[in-house]
């Protein structure tokens, strides 16, 4: 289906219930429900207790029967060499591999990541992008220059991978050459693919390893899911249009037959779609070959329209029919289509969602059930962002007004604070201090025994730990030079660390520095490693032990010395 297929002035929410008719048939009861729309939000029942499990036991990411917890953590770059980084009982365990092109032994790459099931390390340079086996990397027989490595051609930028397996996401300036070879030009003039770069004895027959998504439409990367990818195609200032692509489906789960692989699937049209998720499924057979261990995907879910005007959507991917349509959107970021380390908008068992009424209050959707409850409604409060922890602990900004004692006298002032709510007890933590504005930077996976913390940033540009009772005097570090990765591992001592990376100004001696650390609840920066590079440094953070997005990251430049920092949404999938 082509551009001009969806209509410029389509606007789902006058007419949701003829849209929805005409684009999926019939809706279902719950469809129903949710295009009537719920109740205001200031009616919504407040919640009770919920049983919220945490995070499952992460999966057998390297091959059947090995531990996850010698999968890899982190790929680090200096000039021609990567540094794979894993943890083994709490320690770290680091080799290196050289990388090499078809026709240079020692060169730069472009980018590097490690596939989301923590298999393999990819690189790129220039349009050639190599795959090695991470457990290459780490055999007793290993040769950093002469490790196997397979050549994969025409790739001219990662995007990112599949949320599990060995599935990249690429875009390719084949048919239309940006200015420098190898070097991403406007996305419109490019075309999006998807490539499998493990061992292709893996997929069913009828499986394809390498091909192009979206054919006909000019698409942006907006989330990616186990098994699919959701892509935005932007109209005009006002209209996008949000499809759903099969890239490796599973028979036995989804609807959609095999022939609408690689296809643009259109969902609905509207607004900007400000943040666009996919949520897990079961996994179709934990014990089959490795395709079967992948998990399913169950819903997109899709919020259009920001702060009062923004509804949230949700599609069941098996069959793309839309289940809900409500008032209030999913934040969790102030960043549009990004979000804050450690968090997700679904709870760890999958089964609520966290949202933000249109006055601003906090509610949860019980997704099974299609019904909203109210945490905290925006009584003296405007809610900014939620999300959960990997432990099922709700952590959310407030913006609020505070009654404080100045210079002798009464007066009020607003104020931002970050709070954790715990759904089993309805406990209710204020992290942050009086007076002084705070913002989520990241979130630990687990409290410290029964006491939440995060780290948070003020207005001086310095992120610290806050809990609440903690002293204010505790280590700090550059809001601008770290980024953070929250890591849950299913044994060892604790449930989970909350690691900084830093990056330090360039020493006349060593070159740059990347300084990775552990976060203490305490407050307390524990220094884990010291990555030494000249000019330039490339980052991936791995999905199989941790709660990372899945996007490609750039690497640094002289220009640009710290955009290996940035994991969010690339700029090419952003817009035009």
């Known amino acids: 289906m082509g551009k001009g297929a969806v209509p410029r002035s389509a606007r789902p929410w006058s007419r949701a219930a003829t849209a929805a008719a005409r684009l999926f048939g019939p809706p279902t009861l719950a469809g129903l429900i949710g295009l009537v729309g719920l109740p205001g939000c200031s009616e919504l029942e407040p919640c009770g207790p919920l049983e919220l499990s945490d995070a499952a036991t992460l999966r057998d990411v390297l091959t059947p029967g090995a531990s996850p917890d010698v999968a890899p953590v982190l790929a680090l770059s200096d000039h ?32 590097i990541m490690l596939t989301a099931s923590g298999r393999r390390l990819i690189y790129r340079v220039g349009s050639d992008m190599y795959s090695v086996e991470v457990e290459d990397i780490f055999s007793d027989l290993f040769d950093p220059d002469e490790v196997p490595r397979e050549g994969f051609y025409g790739i001219d930028e990662i995007v990112g991978t599949l949320r599990d397996g060995d599935w990249i996401v690429y875009r390719t300036w084949a048919m239309n ?29 009828q499986q394809a390893a390498n091909f192009r998504l979206g054919p006909g439409h000019d698409l942006r990367v907006v989330a990616m899911g186990h098994r699919h990818v959701v892509a935005r195609e932007l109209f005009d200032a006002e209209t996008e249009a949000l499809y759903l692509i099969p890239v490796a489906p599973d028979p036995a789960s989804d609807e959609l037959p095999w022939n609408t692989v690689g ?18 499924g079961p996994i179709p057979n934990p014990g089959g070959v490795v ?52 968090i997700d908008a679904v709870s760890p068992d999958g089964s609520h969602l966290a949202y933000l009424t249109p006055d601003g209050g906090l509610a949860l959707r019980d997704l099974e059930a299609g019904r909203s409850c109210m945490v905290r409604p925006a009584v003296g409060f405007e809610h900014k962002l939620a999300g959960f922890a990997a432990d099922g602990t709700l952590y959310f900004e407030s913006r609020e007004r505070q009654r404080i004692y100045d210079n002798g006298k ?66 700090r570090t550059n809001v601008e030079e770290t980024s953070y990765l929250a890591l849950a591992r299913a044994s060892g001592e604790g449930r989970g660390d909350l690691w900084t990376l830093q990056s330090r100004p360039r020493d006349q001696a060593e070159g740059d520095q990347l300084l990775i650390s552990r976060v203490g609840p305490d ?26 997005t899945p996007w490609a990251t750039r690497c640094s430049s002289s220009s640009s010395p710290q955009d290996f920092l940035n994991n969010g949404l690339p700029q090419t999938e952003q817009g035009p």
Request: charged residues 25%; glycine residues 6%; negative net charge.
């Open 291 to 342: 395709y079967d261990q992948v998990p399913t995907d169950a819903l997109v879910i899709a919020t259009t329209g920001a702060d009062a005007d923004a509804r949230t959507l949700l599609f069941t991917v098996a069959d793309r029919s839309l289940v809900a349509n409500f008032e209030g959107g999913v934040v969790t970021s102030r960043i549009a289509r990004e979000t804050i380390s450690g």
């Open 263 to 280: 296809d643009a699937l259109l969902l609905t049209t509207g607004a900007s779609f400000e943040r666009v998720l996919v949520t897990e």
């Open 80 to 111: 021609a060499n990567v540094s794979v980084i894993r943890m083994i009982d709490g320690d770290l365990d680091t080799e290196h591999v050289t990388v090499r092109s078809s026709s240079n032994t020692h060169v730069r790459p472009d980018q």
């Open 523 to 548: 407050g307390v920066i524990e220094e884990l490693h010291d990555h030494h590079y000249s000019s330039s440094v490339c980052v991936s953070t791995s999905q199989a032990t941790g709660w990372t």
């Open 410 to 475: 009464h007066r009020t002032k607003t104020v931002e604070h970050v709070y954790a709510y715990a759904p089993h007890s309805q406990d209710l933590s204020r992290l942050t201090r009086d007076e002084e504005n705070h913002r989520l930077r990241a979130a630990p996976p687990a409290r410290d025994g029964d006491a939440p913390w995060a780290v948070v940033a003020g207005n001086d540009g310095q992120a610290e730990v806050a809990r609440a009772g903690l002293s204010s005097d505790v280590q």
């Open 177 to 205: 050459e940006p200015t420098t070879p190898g070097a991403p030009g406007h996305a419109s003039d490019s075309e999006l693919w998807a490539i499998y770069v493990g061992d292709e004895a893996d997929l069913p027959e």
